[in-house]
Each structure stands twice: as structure tokens, then as C-alpha cells.
């Protein structure tokens, strides 16, 4: 491809890209140094901003419930999304169709998603995880109430956002699992490799570099986890299972005294806990396409 050409293609990503993301960054860090309201210039107030938010125990119980629900459910997705694309992987004729089913949750808008999925557990509108919980125990355990405790909420945001993303990690390691040497396979049963050890020492090396991207995917999606949190956890702030997100959301638009230099410096925090996160796996790709 000639230079000319390649720069005719890259052009119009590198504008869009600049436009929305670029200048929304400059903006949000720019903020963050400032006293911003709605309707009236901002004010600089140095990193008064930063203290304020530093010093708020609030956003201290957000990033304690963020960091803890993406360390639950990216270990989840990983080991479990492992074991159905290894499943849907020994299918033939009837793997379309059971991708297909699989895929429904991730195409779905999270608040849609959210909302459909709080009616399983929400006796107003049938709760059939409720009648299915009480006809196994009898009736012992009642109803728990999923939307006013906070471990119950806490469970069911954790099992809707394995619900929304576990298709995902199933897909990219199904696509993984589909590019290991079948010879080497054959070689390791030939050798009196178990099925268990076929997976932990040939086909799990193999895909490393597949299940990173996938850690690295899952790092960044769930620690932006916010609007499936709307009709989930409607009392999350009084519950402690407020995420960042929803924070930075409730702070800089929706409660009274809104105030948008706050909750850009906030993000500019959030941004940076995202990249300190995402170091180790950013490092090991790096590493690994240098070796290859």
C-alpha cells in the first residue's frame, strides 16, 4: 500500500477518533482543575477538586465495590467461559443456532437487559427465581430482598453482569480454541495426557495470549459498569453498591448541588486506576507480540 493511500484510509478514523475522544479528555482534565456549573464559565480552584474526592469516603465504597465486582466476575467469566467454548467447540450442525441463544444477552442494551433481568427476581412481575428458591427450600428462606440488603443486591449485580459479558469471554475463546494444532492435541493423547491435562499443559498455553486480551477486555468493561446499576440497585448509594460510574454520574449531573469540575477530576482518577490496572496485561501482550 502506498503512503498516500494509507494515510487516505487512516484520515477519517484519526479525525473521529481526535473528535471523540481527544478533545473530551482535554475538556474533562481541564475541568477537573475547575468550579464548573451548568450555564456559567468555569473557575479554577486548583486541586481543590481532587482533595475534595480523595477525602470523600463515598468514592472510597464505590471503588471498593467496583474493584471487588471485577475481580469476581472477570475470574468467573474466565473459567467458566473457558469450559462452554470448549463445549460449544465439540458442536457441529447445532453450533450456530447455540451461538446464537448464547449471544442474546450481550446484544441487548444493558438497561434493557437490566431491567428484564431484575423481573426474575422481583415478585411484582412474577420473580421466578424467588419460586424456584422457596420451592427448593421449602419456603425457609423466604423472599431475600434483593433490591433493599446489600449482599443480596451485590448478588444479583454480579450474576447480571456475568450474564451480559460471559457470551463475550465464551466467543473470543471459542475463536481461540479453533486455532490449536489438532497434531499437537493428538501428540498429547498419543503421550497418555488426561483430557484435564490436555487443557492445563497444551491448549491453555496455546490461547494465553487469547485470554489476556480477554482479562484485558473484562478489566476495562466492568470497571465502567454503570447503567445496569439504574434498575438493579436503585438504592446503591445508600446500599454502598454504588460503582464508579454511577459516582461520577450522580455527583456531576444528577444530585442537587451538581457540579461537573468534581466529577471530572474523579474521572481523570478513574482513568488512571484504569491504566494501573491494565499495566500487567498491556506488558504480557507487548511481550508476547514482540516475541512472535
Not at 49 to 69: H, M, S
Not at 183 to 204: F, N, W
Request: net charge positive.
Amino acid at each position: 500500500m502506498r503512503r498516500r493511500e494509507f494515510w487516505l484510509l487512516v484520515t477519517p478514523s484519526v479525525i473521529v477518533m481526535f473528535g471523540f475522544m481527544l478533545v473530551p479528555l482535554y475538556r474533562t482534565v481541564r475541568w477537573s482543575f475547575e468550579k464548573v456549573e451548568y450555564g456559567t464559565p468555569g473557575t479554577s480552584v486548583g486541586l481543590a477538586n481532587y482533595t475534595g474526592a480523595l477525602t470523600d469516603p463515598r468514592l472510597g465504597r464505590a471503588v471498593l465495590f467496583t474493584l471487588g465486582l471485577t475481580v469476581v466476575v472477570t475470574a468467573f467469566c474466565l473459567v467458566f467461559g473457558y469450559i462452554l467454548a470448549s463445549l460449544v467447540n465439540q458442536l457441529r450442525r447445532a453450533r450456530p443456532l447455540v451461538l446464537g441463544l448464547l449471544l442474546v444477552p450481550y446484544v441487548l442494551p444493558h438497561v434493557v437487559g437490566g431491567v428484564a433481568f431484575s423481573w426474575l427476581f422481583d415478585t411484582n412481575f412474577g420473580g421466578i427465581f424467588n419460586y424456584v428458591v422457596n420451592g427448593i427450600t421449602g419456603g425457609a428462606l423466604g423472599d431475600p430482598l434483593w433490591f433493599t440488603d446489600a449482599w443480596p443486591n451485590r448478588v444479583i449485580v454480579a450474576l447480571n453482569v456475568v450474564w451480559y459479558m460471559l457470551p463475550f469471554a465464551m466467543l473470543m475463546i471459542l475463536a481461540g480454541l479453533q486455532g490449536v494444532s489438532t497434531e499437537t492435541l493428538e501428540a498429547a493423547e498419543i503421550d497418555g495426557a488426561s483430557p484435564l491435562q490436555r487443557h492445563l499443559y497444551v491448549i491453555v498455553p496455546s490461547i494465553r495470549g487469547v485470554l489476556g486480551f480477554v482479562l484485558l477486555i473484562f478489566t476495562m468493561d466492568v470497571l465502567r459498569v454503570f447503567d445496569s446499576l439504574i434498575p438493579l440497585s436503585p438504592q446503591a448509594v445508600t446500599l454502598g453498591n454504588e460503582s464508579i460510574m454511577l459516582y461520577i454520574y450522580n455527583v456531576a449531573f444528577r444530585e442537587g448541588a451538581v457540579n461537573l469540575g468534581l466529577g471530572s477530576a474523579i474521572s481523570v482518577l478513574t482513568i488512571v486506576l484504569i491504566l494501573v490496572l491494565l499495566y500487567p496485561s498491556i506488558r504480557n501482550l507487548v511481550r508476547e507480540a514482540r516475541a512472535a
